[in-house]
């Protein structure tokens, strides 16, 4: 049973659009939701996290979205640059430990 | 956030021997640490978590006596891959728990069995 659900598997944007990354989860006891960065090669960088209290969360170009009750949340990247090109990874956390989705490989084209 | 390394960041092993993963804590004292792996293209899958002085706890279906993680002090957790095959050669990720939610995770360890 997968508890947290990513989409899409790949997305391709062109340099200013709007990137957006979308996650469900299943599991209610979850108390943090992450996403992360990942660039080849390395460790996931951790770049916005949402606590479920609030539905929306903005740092800068990236924004998290929160719906508690449709147990959804995603991430948009405004103003997407290629630099930003890299796998996302959603997660929810609960107790400090984390369930991962299956990752998107968002390709930004100049 | 904290900062993470790994060393090796990559090694190759013959099958049959053992390999050590080390993951420091550089700038926090990490009661906890995590560690992943994830294999090309594909999502971290959590193998353990680690509890400084105490035994770690590993997730269902990994394998305890082959992934041996010890967390000595509060900046260092060794992750010994035993008797290392082919099937083991993957990417190995540590991540340190700094709070009640936030984690930081380490540049990762290249592991190729031959």
């Known amino acids: 049973q997968q508890q947290v659900k990513q989409s899409p598997q790949s997305l391709i944007v062109q340099k200013g659009g709007i990137s957006i990354i979308n996650c469900a989860y299943e599991?209610?006891?979850?108390?943090?939701f992450p996403w992360y960065q990942q660039f080849p090669g390395k460790g996931p960088a951790l770049l916005i996290a949402?606590?479920?209290?609030?539905s929306e969360k903005k740092e800068g170009r990236f924004t998290i979205s929160f719906n508690k009750s449709a147990k959804q949340f995603s991430l948009h990247i405004m103003d997407s640059q290629p630099g930003d090109s890299a796998t996302y990874f959603c997660a929810a956390s609960h107790t400090g430990k984390s369930t991962f989705g299956d990752g998107t490989t968002l390709t930004v084209k100049p | 956030g904290a900062v993470v390394s790994q060393h090796p960041s990559w090694v190759i092993c013959k099958s049959g021997t053992s390999v050590k993963i080390e993951c420091r804590s550089l700038d926090f004292q990490a009661t906890t640490m995590f560690w992943y792996r994830q294999f090309p293209k594909k999502s971290l899958m959590l193998m353990a978590t680690s509890n400084e002085g105490s035994k770690a706890t590993y997730e269902q279906g990994v394998e305890k006596d082959k992934f041996l993680i010890n967390h000595a002090s509060l900046t260092l957790s060794t992750l010994t891959v035993t008797s290392a095959h082919p099937e083991d050669s993957s990417f190995y990720i540590c991540?340190?728990?700094?709070?009640?939610?936030?984690?930081?995770f380490g540049p990762g360890t290249r592991l190729t069995v031959t």
């Open positions: 599991n209610t006891a979850f108390d943090y």
């Open positions: 949402i606590r479920p209290d609030v």
């Open positions: 991540s340190v728990r700094t709070g009640s939610y936030e984690q930081y």
